[in-house]
């Protein structure tokens, strides 16, 4: 039996981060993968822990309902992924710490939905990725430096490091952390977190009552 996910983007580094969290999860079963083009409904450039997640939710939407109308079914699961940006002064709360400053950190959102029969209640895997402080000069072009036009982070991130459409490769963190984090692992590490509630059926742990 071929359980089918889908994920919200088109990106190769999006879908293959799904699959190698899918396939670790779940090792006996076997799967197909389908990327779709999905609207994530929130700024190209998302600000804000609340923004950031909402528009991992709607990819998830999204790519679930076009493979529902493609199809005739719904898909086992449906992924959506979305990287943001928050601003976070450490200075101010942490008054009595020399030397902390005022960043802009960036970090995602993985919403893994399973979707459900029609009457009953779909459930949610949602976990964040760990966040990491962005270069000031990122931080700039985003902001729209000198008179410029505000840039999204995968732009702002080619023009510092030299590269081009660095998103589909190691990302921001791959630059960020010499390689030692690339950005398909960033999220993979991630999505094990969302996959927990479905990783323990058997047991019916996460299906308690709260």
């Known amino acids: 039996m071929i359980c089918y996910v889908v994920v919200g983007s088109k990106n190769p580094v999006k879908i293959n981060s799904v699959r190698a969290a899918f396939v670790r999860a779940f090792p006996d079963t076997s799967f197909e993968f389908e990327g779709i083009d999905a609207a994530s409904g929130v700024p190209d450039q998302p600000w804000g822990d609340s923004e950031t997640r909402q528009g991992a939710i709607n990819r998830a ?3 679930s309902s076009s493979f529902s109308a493609s199809k005739g079914v719904p898909p086992d699961y449906a ?33 893994v939905l399973k979707p459900a029969p029609e009457g009953a209640v779909p459930r949610w895997g ?13 931080v700039a072009l985003m902001l729209g430096s000198e008179g410029s036009s505000p840039m999204e982070l995968g732009s702002a991130d080619d023009a510092v490091f030299h590269d081009e ?6 990302g921001t963190v791959g630059k960020v ?34």
């Open 61 to 63: 939407l999204a790519c």
């Open 177 to 210: 952390t010499r390689g030692l984090v690339d950005r398909t692992a960033y999220y993979e590490h991630a999505l094990h977190m969302a996959l927990c509630p479905f990783m323990h059926d058997e047991t019916g742990i996460y299906l308690a009552p709260q």
């Open 165 to 170: 459409n660095s998103k589909q490769k190691g």
């Open 79 to 111: 992924v959506g992924l979305e990287g943001g940006v928050e601003e976070d002064d450490a200075a101010s709360k942490h008054p009595g710490a020399a030397g902390l400053q005022c960043t802009v950190n960036c970090f995602a959102w993985m919403a």
């Open 126 to 138: 949602l976990a964040r990725t760990a966040s990491f402080q962005l270069p000031p000069p990122i």
